[in-house]
């Protein structure tokens, strides 16, 4: 904190009040004030001069002079030294002047006026928001631990204190309401004040006077029914603001007397003579037409007051509805908030205090709006941080919301568990590729060994082929005796049919094939049969 060099009640202090938000603004502000409401806080704000009645200024010395007596007894009771201060927190427009702080600024001291109300709800630790919003705006300022809250006539007797610490949540809220107030106060436009409504004089309507000459009747009775007919005509004007309605109050009350006055008369005359049946008559008719008028106004001022309601009611959910919009371009739809225009316009009289109400409720419907705003925003942005994983997210709208920390918990979360979920997968899909690969070189080898097997059959029989030629070539004679001893048909085949069954034919027909030997031509004694018959018997096997 910042101190300055002001003395409270100066012009020099009231002159920094006036571009600073301060302590003793904070609960108008919230809308939280038993004194001002936020809207007179925004006219003063720009500058709009309020005279102090005398009862006013009396109640301001009366405090100051008790707050002066009670500084020592409070300095006794918490055995330090309380200095007035004004100060500022640095950066910001945040003011506050203190009834007292210790000099380490730990403690600060906060006087009202003695109230029976207020020492009750002191003295069981409970405050109400037009106090500790000025409290809490003390402690964002000075960085106080707490505030000792004291309310006393400047005695002992007539005095009572608690000590008020920071709540959670709240200065958060109290910024927020600030930073919103900033932002109406730059839109803000004043308008003229009014005098608070009072009904205008309502023409009385003249007592009916009438006397009785025998059976002749003499009254003003003529005077009597053009005051009512006026009084009926102002009725049956439109109802616009808080004075029309005042006027139109009043004339309901003239009305429901006028009907009784008249039917008094009546009855009285009545009594007194037979033969007066005009005289009733228009007695009657006048009575009916003050009933009709007074009807139709009452009728008036309670639907005229529902579509003032209304309309001013319509007015602020437009206004909310356009802030709305901030959430577009996060995707987002307006989160649902807990303050109801219509609870806070309940109970307001006047077209001025309705407007307030609900102009109040919707700033503090924007604050909230703009907290849900920031915390999705912030939330959006960590999503484009890993702006990669944004299918994790497929929920978005319904966690946008969350606290940020909780939200970065989640993401993180979610990412860690995908990033497990996508190494399995690929582990997974590593070993499917490994078995695939073993399987495919297990498959090559099997057909290698095969081929190498067969090569060197072909190689043996070649080899055997070789031998027979050579024997054939070196034994010509035993060919021939061989072949003159042979039968004809056999001689023409050149070697003994080997005896196989189907299978083993097949076989060895296709084992043979690759080495260009007729089936006709197989020796089954040759090195090379035997060894596709040995082959025959492993694949059997």
């Given at each position: 904190?910042?101190t300055?060099?002001?003395?409270?009640?100066t012009?020099?202090?009231?002159?920094?009040?006036?571009?600073?938000?301060?302590?003793?603004?904070?609960?108008?502000?919230?809308?939280?004030?038993?004194?001002?409401?936020?809207t007179?806080?925004?006219?003063?704000?720009?500058?709009?001069?309020?005279e102090?009645d005398?009862?006013?200024?009396?109640?301001?010395?009366?405090g100051?002079?008790?707050?002066?007596?009670?500084?020592p007894?409070?300095?006794?009771?918490i055995g330090?030294?309380?200095?007035?201060?004004?100060?500022v927190?640095?950066?910001t427009?945040?003011?506050?002047?203190?009834?007292?702080?210790?000099?380490?600024?730990?403690?600060?001291?906060?006087?009202?006026?003695?109230?029976k109300?207020?020492?009750?709800?002191?003295?069981?630790?409970?405050?109400?928001?037009?106090?500790?919003?000025?409290l809490?705006?003390?402690?964002?300022?000075s960085?106080?631990?707490?505030?000792?809250f004291?309310?006393?006539?400047?005695?002992?007797?007539?005095?009572?204190?608690?000590?008020?610490?920071p709540?959670?949540g709240r200065?958060?809220?109290?910024?927020?309401?600030?930073?919103?107030f900033?932002?109406?106060?730059?839109?803000?436009?004043?308008?003229?004040?009014t005098e608070k409504?009072?009904a205008?004089?309502?023409?009385?309507?003249?007592?009916?006077?009438?006397?009785?000459?025998?059976?002749?009747?003499?009254?003003?009775?003529?005077?009597?029914?053009?005051?009512?007919?006026?009084?009926?005509?102002?009725?049956?004007?439109?109802?616009?603001t808080?004075?029309?309605?005042?006027?139109?109050?009043?004339?309901?009350?003239?009305?429901?007397?006028?009907?009784s006055?008249i039917?008094?008369?009546?009855?009285?005359?009545?009594?007194?003579a037979v033969?007066?049946?005009?005289?009733?008559k228009?007695?009657?008719?006048?009575g009916e037409?003050?009933?009709?008028a007074?009807?139709?106004?009452?009728?008036?001022?309670?639907?005229?007051k529902e579509?003032?309601?209304?309309?001013?009611?319509?007015?602020?959910?437009?206004?909310?509805a356009?802030?709305c919009?901030?959430?577009?371009?996060?995707?987002?739809?307006?989160?649902?908030?807990?303050?109801?225009?219509?609870?806070?316009?309940?109970?307001?009289?006047t077209?001025d205090?309705?407007?307030?109400?609900?102009?109040?409720?919707?700033?503090?419907?924007?604050i909230?709006l703009?907290?849900?705003?920031r915390?999705a925003?912030?939330?959006?942005?960590?999503?484009k941080?890993?702006?990669?994983?944004r299918?994790?997210?497929a929920?978005?709208?319904?966690?946008?919301?969350?606290?940020?920390?909780?939200?970065?918990?989640?993401?993180?979360?979610r990412?860690?568990?995908?990033?497990?979920?996508?190494?399995?997968?690929?582990?997974?899909?590593?070993?499917?590729?490994?078995?695939?690969?073993?399987?495919?070189?297990?498959r090559?080898a099997?057909?290698?060994?095969?081929?190498?097997?067969?090569?060197?059959?072909r190689a043996?029989?070649?080899?055997?082929r070789?031998?027979?030629?050579?024997?054939?070539?070196?034994?010509?004679?035993?060919?021939n005796?061989?072949?003159q001893?042979?039968?004809k048909?056999?001689?023409?085949?050149?070697?003994?049919?080997?005896q196989?069954?189907?299978?083993q034919?097949a076989?060895?027909?296709?084992?043979?094939?690759?080495?260009?030997?007729?089936?006709s031509?197989?020796?089954?004694?040759?090195?090379?049969?035997?060894?596709?018959?040995?082959?025959?018997?492993?694949?059997?096997?």
């Amino acid at each position: 904190m910042k101190t300055l060099n002001l003395t409270q009640g100066t012009a020099e202090w009231l002159e920094a009040r006036m571009s600073h938000f301060t302590a003793s603004e904070a609960p108008a502000m919230m809308g939280a004030s038993k004194y001002h409401s936020r809207t007179q806080l925004l006219d003063h704000k720009k500058g709009w001069i309020t005279e102090v009645d005398e009862h006013t200024k009396r109640l301001f010395e009366k405090g100051h002079s008790s707050e002066e007596a009670a500084r020592p007894i409070v300095e006794e009771m918490i055995g330090e030294e309380l200095y007035p201060v004004v100060g500022v927190l640095e950066g910001t427009k945040y003011l506050a002047s203190f009834d007292g702080l210790t000099m380490m600024e730990d403690l600060a001291f906060e006087h009202k006026l003695f109230g029976k109300v207020l020492s009750e709800n002191v003295l069981n630790n409970m405050l109400d928001p037009h106090y500790y919003w000025q409290l809490e705006h003390q402690l964002m300022v000075s960085g106080a631990e707490k505030v000792i809250f004291v309310t006393s006539d400047g005695t002992k007797e007539n005095m009572a204190h608690m000590y008020y610490e920071p709540v959670p949540g709240r200065r958060e809220e109290l910024i927020a309401g600030w930073e919103q107030f900033e932002k109406d106060l730059a839109n803000h436009e004043m308008k003229a004040k009014t005098e608070k409504v009072v009904a205008q004089d309502v023409t009385t309507l003249p007592v009916i006077e009438y006397e009785m000459n025998g059976l002749a009747l003499t009254s003003n009775l003529n005077d009597f029914k053009a005051a009512a007919d006026a009084l009926v005509l102002k009725a049956n004007s439109t109802i616009e603001t808080d004075q029309d309605f005042a006027d139109a109050e009043a004339r309901q009350k003239v009305f429901t007397k006028a009907e009784s006055d008249i039917k008094a008369v009546a009855e009285r005359v009545l009594s007194e003579a037979v033969d007066i049946e005009k005289f009733t008559k228009d007695l009657n008719y006048i009575g009916e037409q003050i009933r009709q008028a007074r009807l139709a106004e009452n009728k008036q001022i309670k639907s005229r007051k529902e579509e003032i309601k209304l309309n001013i009611l319509n007015t602020a959910n437009d206004e909310v509805a356009k802030h709305c919009a901030i959430f577009a371009k996060l995707g987002l739809q307006a989160p649902s908030i807990d303050i109801s225009i219509t609870d806070a316009m309940k109970g307001k009289k006047t077209i001025d205090s309705l407007k307030d109400a609900a102009e109040t409720a919707v700033s503090k419907i924007k604050i909230e709006l703009d907290t849900y705003h920031r915390t999705a925003s912030a939330n959006a942005q960590l999503m484009k941080d890993y702006s990669e994983y944004r299918l994790l997210f497929a929920d978005w709208k319904s966690i946008a919301f969350k606290s940020n920390d909780d939200f970065e918990a989640l993401v993180k979360s979610r990412i860690a568990d995908h990033k497990e979920e996508e190494q399995k997968r690929i582990e997974a899909e590593r070993a499917k590729i490994r078995a695939e690969e073993q399987a495919k070189l297990k498959r090559e080898a099997d057909e290698k060994a095969r081929n190498e097997q067969i090569e060197e059959q072909r190689a043996k029989i070649q080899l055997q082929r070789d031998t027979d030629e050579t024997t054939q070539q070196e034994s010509p004679k035993a060919e021939n005796v061989a072949t003159q001893s042979t039968p004809k048909n056999a001689t023409q085949q050149g070697a003994i049919k080997v005896q196989l069954n189907a299978q083993q034919k097949a076989f060895v027909r296709g084992f043979m094939v690759g080495y260009n030997q007729p089936e006709s031509l197989i020796n089954p004694q040759s090195e090379a049969i035997q060894l596709a018959l040995k082959e025959f018997d492993k694949d059997a096997a």
